[in-house]
């Protein structure tokens, strides 16, 4: 029954133990039948397996109908609905999808369209994220943590993986590996404030350019290429040229990790805003890209994550040579430091240090790989708006920023915490800009902010930070500026108030 699955919810939003989280939502998937495990971890992350439903804040506010008095629907039920929603379109899908909301509200009781609602708006507030979820999925199954989360991390599904880690084998579980053609989460990278103090961390390590570009993962099968964002968006039809240039390289099946930008005349960068544009449906197709790979997962047969990276780099020169990114092997720190201005001089954001001898971590953030820039630069959500003032009036301008709690030392794990504010760096193109789209966002207003629901991400320039009594997470930005927005991010992919509170001891 969906009221299962909503007292479930509400059971593991209403405490901040995480083992308690975790207990509630295992003693949930066990109990649910196969068919509805894969949608059930879908609404518990407020990401539905069908995707784009095609259904926003708008669509679904409107709905005015008169809740059922009892619960009488199933997950499989909601499932199914979401399968009418999704598949609307063409003439009429407007008013097609509203039907179909205002059945499924009237078949909900009042407390469960309040939790679709919020599911299907991405603001579910359980704290059930996909790290609780992994280890309630290995508590539920009595599998070990560590083989269900390379599982999701390697089939890019969680639902999938709970399904197989609960119904499946053992032998079945360990043999999720790769698929050319299934996108996997892409492995991220800490921050140091100098190459020097990056290889420290990483000793012999690939230091690579910085580029402010747009992260790209690309699968080939032969002529068949997908090329895929790093939240693992499909949009191949809309990046033909990298598509093209993958189709020439000299191997049958590969899957590549590396960054795509827009070069000016010059041979210089252009604003990232400039490269992620291309992503949108109406993309300006004038506007070329050009990718610059700095990994390889697969060739031909063969998996490389397990395998050191220098072994991955030898494979990537010999397949995709000419689209390699720039960079050098060393343990040299002066050499690392000639590299980094080297980058810089070129328009770029700075480098990459990589262990040479680590493995391909598939969405881990570890210190194998530490990035570093010369200015400090965090992707943060924005919480809310104020009303300018001057000649920003009647514009929302001055944000506030906050930074992901992940362990949910400050509240709820998954929460945003409050590090900051700021109206430097913002265009009158970005004032128009917020000032049409917050509103879409909002949760309340005041007479002078409008709060939003925290799903943009915007990447903040900062000098440091300082201990400040001001904001719950003790900590205040120190001359934060707006870079620009990152539509290519979703808030869990947000930098956390950990990793700013550590600049402190930095």
Known sequence: MLSELVAAAGEAAATSSRLAKIDVLSRLLRDAPAEEITPLVGLLLAAPRQGRLGVGWRGISSVAVTPAAEPALTVTDVDRALDALAGAAGSGSAAVRTGLLEDLAARATATEWDFLARALLGELRTGALAGVLLDAIARASDRPPTTIRRAAMLSGDLGATAVLALTGTAAE???????????????????????????????????????????????????????????????????????????????????????????????????????????????????????WFFDLLHVDGRDLIDEPLSVRIAELDRVAGDWRIPGDVTADPETAETLSREALAAGHEGVVVKAIDSPYAA????????????????????????????????????????????????????????VGKTFKGLTDELLRWQTEHFPALETHRTASTVFLRPEIVVEIAIDGVQRSPRYPGGIALRFARVKHYRPDKSAADADTIQTLRGLLRG
């Not at 990046?239 to 993958?246: A, F, G, K, N, Q």
């Not at 291309?278 to 990718?291: I, M, Q, S």
């Not at 809310?384 to 709820?412: C, I, K, P, Q, V």
Request: proline letters at 6%; charged letters at 25%; a negative charge.
């Open 173 to 291: 579980l360990d043999a999720v590996g790769l698929a050319v053609g299934r996108p996997v989460l892409p492995m991220l990278a800490a921050s140091a404030a100098t190459p020097t103090a990056a290889l420290e961390i990483t000793g012999e390590a690939s230091v690579e350019y910085k580029l402010d570009g747009a992260r790209i993962q690309v699968h080939r099968h032969g002529d068949e290429v997908g090329v895929y964002t790093r939240s693992l968006a499909d949009i191949t039809h809309r990046v033909p040229e990298l598509v093209e240039i993958v189709r020439a390289l000299p191997a049958h099946d590969l899957i590549l990790d590396g960054e795509t930008l827009a070069l000016d005349e010059d041979g210089g960068p252009r604003p990232f805003q400039e490269t992620i544009s291309r992503f949108g449906a109406d993309a300006a197709r004038e506007l070329v890209l050009r990718p």
């Open 363 to 418: 969405g881990r953030r570890g210190k194998s790989w530490v990035k570093v820039k010369p200015v400090l630069t965090y992707d943060l959500v924005v919480l809310g708006a104020e009303w300018g003032s001057g000649r920003r009036r009647g514009w929302l301008s001055n944000l506030h920023l906050g930074a992901l709690d992940a362990e949910g030392e400050f509240g709820e794990p998954g929460g945003f915490v409050m």
